[in-house]
């Protein structure tokens, strides 16, 4: 998924629960290089303005989630040099 934190796309398990209920929905469906406006509405618990929270997503990759991340989840790792060995900054 586009949508970055600290300038990186986001990686999730579609149908894994780790992500809001309303974000997860509003992706379903969507395929490699679709683009959509997506709007969390304030009942969601999110902080965002009185409409709610609105961010721009473009779904950069797809692909299965492998048997270990099935699993154990999603390990997020980045590479960037003033991260340590385990992803972390």
Do not use: F, W
Not at 22 to 46: A, C
Not at 49 to 70: F, H, P, Q, Y
Request: glycine letters at 14%; aromatic letters at 4%; one cysteine or more.
């Amino acid at each position: 998924m586009e949508e970055t934190v600290d300038g990186y796309p986001i990686d999730y398990i579609h149908g894994g629960g780790k992500i809001l209920i309303e974000l997860e929905s509003q992706l379903s469906g969507m395929r490699e290089g679709d683009h959509r406006t997506v709007i969390i509405p304030n009942e969601t618990g999110s902080d965002g303005s009185e409409n709610g929270l609105s961010m721009e997503v473009r779904i950069e990759k797809i692909r299965l989630a492998t048997e270990e991340e099935l699993t154990y989840g999603l390990s997020i790792y980045r590479e960037q040099s003033n991260c340590g060995l385990s992803g972390c900054c």
